[in-house]
């Protein structure tokens, strides 16, 4: 059981826009910045957002995150087949001696 | 370039121990915290150790408290992570992570991850 919730499963097809859902509680995504992970299959993870909304260098910007209270969203414009992967939030959790916590993953089709 | 290569990972009977190494290149390893992150086959992410920069302040998951201890060795580049009392439940693919800042803060996220070192607890 995962501290963040997520849909396990999305799906569009492409050129359509989806979101994916991440809903924690105060001591994590309440108080505290949200990023996101992608992982492409067989990969490590990578980056795609920090800070709630920020993209790092090199993330096309048809992905975009939102925070509001204890929930956040991850939006994937324009999907692209190459957009197939696992996607994972993840925040600091203050109630936590382990702090940092994730969500359990959604697995995102494209159809 | 960043480069972040896991080793040590095998198959290990309940009860035993394993030391995973991360051997870092490509970046200033002293000014970055380090995180050790691990994946069950088929399952999600869980995060499992951090350290920071310096290595004075090290933090644990609860899975994992008491059992497993995580090191760095600044002049050697490196990440440890000793592990025991392995449990079945320990099966994963560990990774080593880079931190965005040298503490383990909540601005200091995890922002660059290694390829991983499998662990199989089994008899």
């Known amino acids: 059981q995962s501290v963040l919730t997520q849909p396990p499963s999305a799906s569009g097809t492409p050129g359509q826009r989806v979101t994916i859902s991440c809903s924690g509680s105060s001591s994590n995504i309440g108080s505290n910045y949200v990023y996101w992970y992608q992982q492409l299959p067989g990969t490590a993870p990578k980056l795609v957002i920090h800070?709630?909304?920020q993209r790092p260098s090199g993330v096309p910007d048809r992905f975009s995150g939102s925070k509001s209270g204890t929930s956040a969203s991850l939006a994937i414009s324009g999907l692209r087949s190459e957009d197939e992967a696992d996607y994972y939030c993840?925040?600091?959790?203050?109630?936590?001696?382990?702090?940092?916590?994730f969500g359990g993953g959604t697995k995102l089709t494209v159809l | 370039e960043v480069q972040l290569l896991e080793s040590g990972g095998g198959l290990v009977q309940p009860g035993g121990s394993l030391r995973l190494s991360c051997a870092a290149s490509?970046?200033?390893?002293?000014?970055?915290?380090m995180s050790w992150v691990r994946q069950a086959p088929g399952k999600g992410l869980e995060w499992v150790s951090g350290?920071?920069?310096?290595?004075?302040?090290?933090y644990y998951a609860d899975s994992v408290k008491g059992r497993f201890t995580i090191s760095r060795d600044n002049s050697k580049n490196t990440l440890y992570l000793q592990m025991s009392s392995l449990r079945a439940e320990d099966t994963a693919v560990y990774f080593c992570a880079i931190n965005n800042g040298i503490l383990v803060v909540p601005a200091a996220p995890i922002e660059y991850w290694g390829q991983g070192t499998l662990v199989t607890v089994s008899s």
């Open positions: 350290i920071s920069g310096p290595g004075g302040s090290t």
């Open positions: 993840a925040a600091w959790d203050d109630s936590l001696s382990g702090p940092w916590v």
């Open positions: 490509g970046f200033t390893f002293p000014s970055y915290a």
């Open positions: 800070r709630n909304n």
